[in-house]
């Protein structure tokens, strides 16, 4: 059983080997979604598990406030609306959960930000088909490679990992500083 310290240290690794990796994608994200919300258009944020809280709460800190009291930032979890979510999933398929979202609240111009840490997610991946048929812009968050996941994407932040829990830590990093930098702008 490994000790924090060593996790930590391997947290750290991670760290100093995706913060260069990530840099220009970053920049590449954060113009995309400034440019969609100050044009009008929204956020939609999928994952699963995991991926799904983070989606939920970077969502909370656009709407809500991340380190300042500001206008809301339009920004919809599509992991949230338990109704549509289950009806979605016994009437049609659950690969189908958030690509139906897509399809009904997704109009061109906005971003589908898509969480997946191997990036082969079918649900995630037929949100991403969704949104491109929709002219719908993809900032995909994965680990190393990117996955299916990396071909449907207009800007890829894979992180060079292959741990889960190190990729996601890096995922809520990057939301961390994309929140910051979309309440800096509004």
Do not use: W
């Not at 059983?1 to 994608?25: F, K, N, S, W, Y």
């Not at 897509?102 to 191997?118: E, F, H, I, K």
Request: glycine share 8%; with cysteine; hydrophobic share 45%.
């Amino acid at each position: 059983m490994r000790t924090l310290e060593e996790i930590g240290a391997e947290h750290r690794q991670c760290l100093d080997v995706a913060l260069p990796a990530l840099a220009e994608p970053f920049r590449a994200a954060v113009a995309r979604c400034a440019e969609a919300l100050a044009a009008g258009a929204k956020l939609l944020i999928c994952g699963n598990g995991g991926s799904a809280a983070d989606a939920q709460h970077f969502v909370g800190e656009l709407v809500c406030r991340f380190e300042r009291d500001r206008p809301g930032l339009a920004a919809l979890a599509l992991t949230t609306d338990s109704t549509t979510l289950t009806a979605v999933a016994n009437d049609d398929s659950y690969e189908q959960i958030f690509a139906r979202q897509v399809s009904a609240l997704g109009r061109a111009g906005d971003v589908l930000l898509a969480l997946s840490t191997s990036g082969c997610s079918p649900n995630v991946l037929a949100a991403a088909r969704e949104a491109r048929a929709r002219e719908i812009g993809v900032v995909a968050l994965t680990g190393r490679g990117g996955g299916d996941l990396a071909a449907l994407a207009d800007v890829l932040l894979a992180v060079p990992h292959d741990r889960t829990a190190r990729i996601q830590e890096m995922h809520g990093l990057c939301l961390h500083a994309l929140a910051e930098r979309l309440e800096a702008d509004a």
